[in-house]
């Protein structure tokens, strides 16, 4: 397995791009990469060639990230503004707002099914779930505090939510804290199964395995990617490469690789059998906030693609296989 560069875009967006994800592509057209940026737009990529297909505003602070759903018809956008924005992907019609109080939208995900959308919630210490159908707030997953703080220690009274990720079979979700605990909540009847241990800093990134719902990888400040069983609560393994905060972390579609994104500038792919980076790629010249597998799917389309995107305004393209 390896990647090659495609394309990159320099001052792909005016500022830092913070966010990216890929949305499915449909019967009407390939999968598009969608990139959130601090420029306060979001915008919609062709999947080879970067062209840009369009240009959303709507904003009035930074995009802090980006989720499509798995239909390819709706995406999302939360932003520093404090709201999330659900639009229709090929009009960019306004479907939804969804309001938050202050820093309370980081990561968001739908959930595989489509018919939930959880937002990690920040310093409400929580994780938000919206329904897809009526837009409305249907549970709030809380994160226990941890156990009696001292009382001149206000920073550890709250957890500060920073991801979030649904397991594929859409019964679990796991939400990574800057205490660098991650939280695995059974969905179904909104129970917090058990708390991860293995990380002593901020948990920027989570992404379970798509081809074993067990297995889900974290990517911390500490600059450690790990392993674990989410169901048995045990660190499979801690993956070590990067010399600073790992940002980003996303499991190829065949399960065989993760590829991650660093504050060191640089993305790498780790091959999950022999548990290291075999590859690190030097497109950027500032820190690397997401990195992105194309999901499978739409006609014709065999070859892998990662994309990332940077603090240095472009983005870049990969060729994955």
């Not at 310093?123 to 938000?128: I, L, M, P």
């Not at 070590?240 to 792919?269: E, F, K, M, N």
Request: some cysteine; aromatic content about 6%.
């Amino acid at each position: 397995m390896k990647l090659a560069g495609l394309k990159s875009i320099e001052n792909a967006h005016e500022d830092s791009v913070w966010a990216a994800t890929w949305v499915p592509a449909t019967e009407d057209r390939p999968a598009l990469l969608l990139t959130g940026s601090l420029d306060e737009t979001v915008k919609l990529w062709r999947p080879d060639e970067l062209d840009l297909v369009r240009t959303n505003t709507g904003h009035s602070l930074g995009v802090a990230a980006v989720a499509a759903h798995p239909s390819g018809i709706i995406a999302a956008s939360s932003s520093l503004d404090s709201f999330v924005r659900v639009f229709d992907v090929d009009t960019n019609a306004t479907i939804a707002v969804l309001e938050a109080p202050p820093s309370e939208v980081w990561g968001m995900q739908f959930e595989p099914k489509g018919t939930i959308l959880a937002v990690a919630g920040g310093s409400s210490a929580s994780v938000k779930l919206w329904d897809t159908a009526s837009w409305r707030l249907i549970s709030t997953l809380s994160i226990p505090r941890p156990e009696a703080p001292k009382p001149s220690d206000k920073s550890s009274s709250k957890k500060f939510v920073l991801s979030v990720a649904w397991s594929p079979n859409g019964k679990r979700l796991a939400c990574g804290s800057m205490d660098g605990t991650i939280c695995v909540f059974d969905v179904d009847r909104s129970k917090l199964l058990h708390e991860l241990e293995g990380h002593n800093m901020p948990v920027r990134s989570l992404v379970f395995s798509p081809v074993d719902p067990r297995v889900l990888f974290s990517g911390s400040d500490d600059g450690h990617v790990n392993m674990h069983d989410a169901e048995g609560k045990t660190l499979l393994g801690s993956m070590s490469g990067h010399t600073s905060w790992v940002l980003s972390v996303d499991a190829s579609p065949d399960g065989g690789a993760i590829a991650t994104g660093s504050s060191d500038r640089t993305v790498r792919l780790w091959d999950l059998k022999m548990r290291a980076a075999i590859q690190t790629m030097s497109n950027h010249n500032d820190q690397v906030w997401s990195v992105a597998f194309r999901p499978p799917g739409g006609t014709g389309v065999r070859a892998g693609r990662l994309a990332s995107v940077s603090d240095d305004k472009s983005v870049s393209l990969y060729d994955y296989s």
